[in-house]
């Protein structure tokens, strides 16, 4: 990569590959070029001219498999067997799959931001390509494959919902549908490690250590943003988790984990608020 390099026009062709492995491979690669430049070079290729407009993308580069279906279609298995344990590891390897194109269109999409803003987000999507790749390696010992199970298509509908403004994006994805992870994944790591499954374990405890990073990314650019258009960063929370947003809300959270990505105590008991209302207002 060089300082005349359309850095879009590149994060667009990753976005826009079919092939898991290939656009895992090449998320990391993106990354790696991006972070041999100097930061006046990263300047400059921000600064220069686009050939490649935005489009607004239906869904991104995927393979056919895995089918798509509504979540509540999906089986639920538990992780006491073989069998279980390798659907949890597909529905990892395609949360992942999804998080590679949910970061890189956080670049492709929002520009004018800080030259720091993509790095922070190329870094995430290079993560999450190695992330999908120590999964799908854990499927092929597994006996089975990315695709060989069905999914859903939650993570990048979200993505759809939130491609009109890069604070709703900040607000929705990672401080809400990635911060759930960081609620799950602990009890997840000692179950699986209590089954002496570790080299699972070690996975999920990588992609944890590693999404409490992104969480912070995703909180910090939420708040410049704010910043930068003088509001209320609570305030524009708690009106984005009105009505149906506040059903991805699920306690118990991991206090701990959460502040540590970037929450403060007043957002911690603005979450628990809204899941309760969001709750007592389905019951009436």
């Known amino acids: 990569m060089s300082a005349d390099?359309?850095?879009?026009?590149?994060?667009?062709?990753?976005?826009?590959?079919?092939?898991?492995v290939g656009k895992a491979n090449a998320s990391i690669t993106l990354y790696q070029s991006w972070s041999a430049l100097t930061e006046p070079e990263r300047d400059r290729v921000l600064a220069g001219e686009s050939v490649s407009s935005v489009r607004v993308m239906r869904a991104p580069g995927r393979p056919q498999l895995p089918e798509l279906v509504e979540a509540h279609q999906l089986?639920?298995?538990?992780?006491?067997?073989?069998?279980?344990?390798?659907?949890?590891?597909?529905?990892?390897?395609?949360?992942?799959?999804?998080?590679?194109?949910l970061a890189l269109d956080a670049v492709y999409r929002f520009r004018g931001m800080p030259t720091s803003y993509v790095t922070d987000?190329?870094?995430?999507?290079s993560d999450e390509g190695q992330h999908?790749?120590?999964?799908?390696?854990r499927l092929a010992?597994?006996?089975?494959?990315?695709?060989?199970?069905s999914a859903h298509d939650?993570?990048?509908?979200?993505?759809?919902?939130?491609?009109?403004?890069?604070?709703?994006?900040?607000?929705?994805?990672?401080r809400i549908l990635e911060a759930r992870g960081l609620d799950v994944a602990p009890p997840m790591i000692a179950k699986l490690q209590q089954l002496k499954d570790e080299a699972t374990a070690a996975i999920l405890q990588r992609i944890y250590?590693?999404?409490?990073?992104?969480?912070?990314?995703?909180?910090?650019?939420?708040?410049?943003?704010?910043e930068q258009r003088s509001l209320d960063g609570t305030a524009v929370f708690r009106d984005l988790l009105k009505g149906e947003n506040?059903?991805?809300?699920?306690s118990p959270y991991n206090r701990e984990a959460r502040l540590q990505a970037g929450f403060n105590e007043q957002e911690l008991a603005l979450i628990q608020e809204m899941e309760l209302e969001y709750k007592q207002a389905r019951q009436n």
């Open 5 to 20: 390099t359309d850095l879009f026009h590149d994060t667009e062709a990753v976005l826009l590959t079919a092939d898991p």
């Open 75 to 101: 089986p639920r298995r538990g992780l006491g067997s073989v069998a279980g344990r390798t659907a949890l590891v597909h529905s990892l390897a395609h949360i992942e799959f999804n998080a590679i194109n």
């Open 121 to 125: 987000w190329l870094k995430v999507a």
């Open 132 to 137: 999908f790749l120590l999964l799908n390696d």
């Open 141 to 149: 010992e597994l006996d089975s494959h990315y695709g060989a199970m």
């Open 154 to 174: 939650g993570l990048w509908d979200m993505a759809r919902r939130t491609d009109h403004d890069v604070l709703v994006r900040m607000a929705l994805v990672p």
């Open 209 to 226: 250590t590693d999404e409490i990073t992104h969480v912070e990314v995703g909180n910090r650019w939420f708040r410049y943003v704010c």
């Open 246 to 250: 506040s059903a991805y809300l699920r």
